[in-house]
């Protein structure tokens, strides 16, 4: 519909040639329109003017400024945590140190603990192993003492008894435990 009405306007207007003009040329290169002309141009681009001044021109500003200081904000709260995080950085950075010289303290400490415990127990060790072999020693002489003196006597005894058997007669027990036992001694020197 809208397009069959207009051009039905433009058919109206061909046939009246007012699309095409005045009949004398065009009336804006016709000096009688000049001074009409330059008034309503100077009255429209002084309005134009006024109006983009005082209107919009302010609303431009206003919003470029209002960019301007929240870019300058933005890049001055970015400094400001940029700072902050640097600050932290160098405090986990100085607490992490402290914190391994704190560590290797702990671990020097500990390990001097242990080799002093370790110390201690291999001496308590040592000790107790030396307590422990003087005694076997002494039980073993006294061991060997009982029975060098063991032996000695029953050598002496079935010495009486085989020279009883052999001559017939008793023997001095004295006399035989007196032989047994210088030739035990005599034995065990050389084997020493």
């Not at 002084?46 to 209107?55: E, Q, V």
Request: zero cysteines; aromatic letters at 8%.
């Amino acid at each position: 519909m809208k397009k069959k009405n207009f051009f039905l306007l433009i058919a109206y207007l061909y046939s009246t040639k007012i699309v095409f003009g005045a009949e004398e040329g065009m009336p804006q290169l016709n000096p009688e329109y000049w001074a009409s002309q330059t008034f309503w141009l100077v009255l429209i681009f002084s309005i134009l003017y006024l109006i983009i001044w005082k209107i919009f021109l302010p609303k431009i500003i206003n919003s470029v400024e209002n960019r301007k200081s929240k870019i300058v904000n933005d890049l001055n709260e970015a400094e400001k945590l940029k700072e902050s995080a640097e600050k932290k950085l160098k405090e986990y950075e100085k607490i992490i140190e402290e914190t391994k010289k704190v560590a290797k303290k702990i671990v020097e400490d500990n390990k001097k603990n242990l080799t002093n415990d370790i110390k201690s127990k291999n001496q308590e060790l040592n000790k107790a192993i030396e307590k422990e072999l003087l005694a076997v020693e002494k039980e073993i002489n006294e061991l060997k003492n009982s029975s060098i003196a063991s032996i000695n006597k029953i050598a002496a005894e079935i010495s009486s008894d085989l020279i009883k058997k052999m001559i017939g007669t008793e023997v001095n027990m004295s006399n035989v435990s007196a032989v047994v036992q210088e030739i035990s001694k005599t034995k065990l020197e050389s084997n020493l």
